[in-house]
């Protein structure tokens, strides 16, 4: 048996809303409680390769190979293609594991949501397994309940002519839930069936939540004895002087010059996908508002065979926003890159934040206190949103035109961009957020998000 600190080997999903909260849980185990870590995860793109290598040189990093993909029919949906990545994964992460256990002194197994396959390398190995959910407990509260809503509602959970209620949860559209609930016969509600099914076995699940967030689904999880214990740990975002670096976008530059409270964020977070229509909706929105801001445009991702790739966009699109950029210059600024997104936050300047509802860019308003405005795009955004704004009362929902296609207009942008940043429904969140930053801050300094994890 080696002996030595104890190691936890953590497996992370691909993708930056994954990857940067389970690095920010392998840097807490280690600070706080004294652990070595190794940060595993699939080499899927130039981005996974970069966010391992920036990280502390004291966390082990190991990359998996990409499995191969190219028997999956064209259109399967993403959620298909992570569950299918992260299976075909699981002999190569076996000899990582065996290797680890062989050197160190290996005592727990921490996978993310579609990771529950490296369950049967824990069986194997006398491993203690956990599930680590970095998004919003009530996303994981539904996800606990899905076998049991499987068997009692019939048809599309979007037809359903009722909320659906779960325990412990606001209770949700169909058409909210997320996205792979959203089609019954496609193969993604069945991975999302069998993970969640097998979350169940997990000797508990650590959760980027807090009691002074979600109060209710968590206390749903831990009085239900069918279901793990639930370990609220967050929220744990990234520390701002890991990413603030050089402001090679100069928007920190740019904030500085604008008065406090005045500028709207807005970033649709890193998959970045809006329709050329609207894109140019929202581009008038934010004109009519009048407000200062900052928009991020991310070109839009597609994954092929399992690989990220970037889709450029159109020439008469750049030529728009070219034009739109000369018009605004100085009352707002177009970013095209990665920027510091939690600098932003907490810069003084910052008044709102208009956000896809990416569980990371929720939790990175609520502690830095940013007003927002909640306009979903995909995953289980649509959850959030509605956690965001009918349960925890910090955003406001953007109305968005089923009929018209999804279209947001820009009179409607401008008018809800006004009632955030200057109106009476913005006052109010303004107050909530900030008695919401303080009781988050109070539960990570000492309070009960600090004492969760005392497993
Ligand atoms: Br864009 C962008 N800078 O320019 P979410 C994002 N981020 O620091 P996701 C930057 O990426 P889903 C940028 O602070 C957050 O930590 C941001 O995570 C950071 O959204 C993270 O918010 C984005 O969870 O979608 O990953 O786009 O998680 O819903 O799939």
């Not at 998996?64 to 949906?77: I, R």
């Not at 959910?133 to 809503?149: R, V």
């Not at 600024?333 to 910052?350: D, F």
């Amino acid at each position: 048996m080696v002996v030595g600190a104890p190691h936890v080997a953590i497996l992370a999903i691909p993708y930056m809303g994954h990857m940067i909260p389970l690095s920010e849980f392998a840097k807490l185990l280690q600070v706080r409680y004294g652990f070595d870590v190794t940060f595993i995860t699939v080499d899927n793109s130039f981005d996974v390769l970069s966010f391992t290598a920036s990280l502390p040189g004291t966390i082990a990093s190991v990359l998996l190979p990409q499995p191969s993909l190219h028997d999956l029919p064209p259109q399967s949906k993403i959620d298909t293609i992570i569950s299918h990545t992260m299976a075909r994964s699981v002999p190569s992460l076996r000899e990582v594991i065996v290797n680890l256990k062989a050197t160190t002194n290996l005592v727990a197994l921490v996978v993310d949501l579609y990771g529950v396959d490296a369950f049967d390398i824990s069986e194997e190995l006398g491993l203690k397994k956990y599930l680590i959910f970095p998004s919003a407990a009530t996303s994981l509260c539904f996800a606990l309940h899905l076998a049991e809503l499987d068997r009692t509602i019939e048809g599309e959970y979007q037809d359903h002519p009722e909320p659906i209620h779960v325990p412990g949860c606001v209770p949700f559209h169909g058409r909210d839930l997320m996205d792979p609930a959203q089609d019954r016969k496609d193969d993604s509600y069945s991975h999302l069936l069998y993970h969640s099914a097998r979350y169940k076995e997990a000797h508990g699940i650590i959760v980027n939540s807090s009691i002074a967030l979600e109060p209710r689904p968590i206390k749903e999880i831990n009085s239900n004895t069918k279901f793990p214990n639930v370990y609220p740990i967050g929220p744990l975002i990234k520390n701002g002087n890991d990413v603030e670096g050089e402001d090679v976008t100069g928007c920190l530059k740019w904030l500085g010059k604008q008065p406090p409270n005045s500028v709207l964020y807005v970033s649709f977070g890193s998959g970045g996908n809006l329709s050329p229509e609207q894109l140019s909706e929202l581009a008038g929105g934010l004109e009519m508002s009048g407000k200062r801001f900052i928009w991020v445009i991310r070109s839009p991702v597609i994954t092929k065979d399992g690989v990220l790739m970037e889709v450029k966009t159109g020439k008469e699109e750049e030529e728009h926003l070219k034009e739109f950029m000369e018009r605004i210059n100085g009352v707002g600024m177009v970013v095209r890159s990665w920027v510091p997104q939690i600098s932003i936050l907490k810069h003084e300047a910052t008044g709102g934040f208009l956000t896809h509802c990416g569980w990371n860019s929720s939790i990175e308003g609520m502690v830095h206190g940013v007003p927002m405005i909640a306009w979903p795009q995909y995953a289980e955004q649509k959850m959030n949103s509605v956690v965001l704004s009918e349960e925890i009362k910090v955003a406001i929902r953007m109305k968005v035109d089923d009929e018209n296609g999804g279209l947001v207009k820009r009179q409607e942008i401008s008018k809800v961009i006004k009632s955030l940043m200057e109106g009476e429904e913005g006052k109010k969140i303004e107050e909530r957020i900030k008695s919401i930053q303080q009781e988050v801050t109070r539960q990570l300094d000492g309070g009960s998000s600090n004492l969760a994890l005392d497993f």
